[in-house]
């Protein structure tokens, strides 16, 4: 065993726990930043204590100047941010593990998380979000249904949904719009869909500006990052450089 993986056992090891003993903290939001970020919120665990394993393996120099460059990063909105504290490696934002037994929390990467929980966040997070998207349809789905219907209801319409008669002013396509989306409102089963069709029909009732819950607004959100940022964060971590050169990569 080398490098990474060598160095996130002898990390568990350290806090006399095994991979196995630890679990992802529920979560109960995600936010997303200005460059299109995902940022997972955790429940909080009172009595549940912070360990910081790799923090506690630097001299005080080494730490001050660590995250003294965080610090500075999350202000600019460019670089890393965090470390995990698992194998030391520079993140964005964090996911936080706990040990029930030991009563412990630490922030982790999700490439650790992937590594050693056999999990992946990106499934999680989208877990999450399906959980959410479905409770909140079930009660905004009567208002979207009749919201649909007062948008088409003053038009004769065929056994397809067709508009047959419309006044000049009058636009037949997004009528015909309502109408479909109207259908698909009433025929979704909770109980067995997907989070690709849900946050699609979402989706589909902003666009004809239908209103959507708040908090579902926000998951279903998906700003592009700016790719000449991101480019600039990936040549910052291909050239390794950070206040822990020489230590990090020694």
């Known amino acids: 065993m080398k490098g990474y993986k060598k160095r996130q056992l002898e990390t568990f090891t350290s806090l006399g726990t095994s991979p196995d003993e630890w679990q992802i903290c529920e979560l109960v939001g995600i936010e997303t930043d200005d460059k299109g970020r995902e940022i997972p919120i955790f429940r909080a ?12 393996t ?8 660590l995250i003294q460059d965080h610090e ?8 890393w941010m965090n470390s995990c504290q698992l194998c030391g490696h520079n993140i964005m934002y ?8 030991k009563l412990f929390l630490m922030d982790i990467g999700s490439e650790c998380i992937t590594n ?6 990106a499934t999680v997070s989208k877990e999450f979000k399906l959980k959410v998207l479905k409770k909140e349809f079930k009660s905004w789905k009567r208002s979207a249904v009749n919201e649909c219907w007062n948008n ?3 038009f004769r319409h065929d056994e397809y949904g067709d508009v047959l008669t419309y006044g000049r002013e009058n636009k037949p396509l997004i009528q015909r719009k309502y109408f479909k989306l109207q259908e698909e409102l009433r025929q979704l089963d909770t109980d067995d869909v997907s989070y690709r069709k849900i946050s699609g029909l979402f989706k589909k009732a902003k666009k004809l500006e239908i209103k959507i819950p708040d908090q579902v607004d926000k998951l279903i959100q998906t700003k592009k990052p700016i790719k ?10 291909k050239s390794r450089k950070s206040a822990l050169d020489k230590f990090f990569w020694k």
């Open 94 to 101: 964090p996911w936080k593990i706990k040990h029930d037994k």
């Open 72 to 79: 500075i990063n999350s202000e600019s909105g460019e670089g």
């Open 45 to 56: 665990y009172p009595g549940y204590s912070l360990r910081r394993p790799f923090y506690d």
């Open 58 to 65: 630097l001299s005080k120099e080494e730490l001050d100047a």
């Open 228 to 237: 000449t940022k991101l480019k600039r964060i990936k040549k910052l971590s």
């Open 116 to 121: 050693f929980m056999n999990a992946s966040t």
């Open 152 to 154: 088409h209801k003053h």
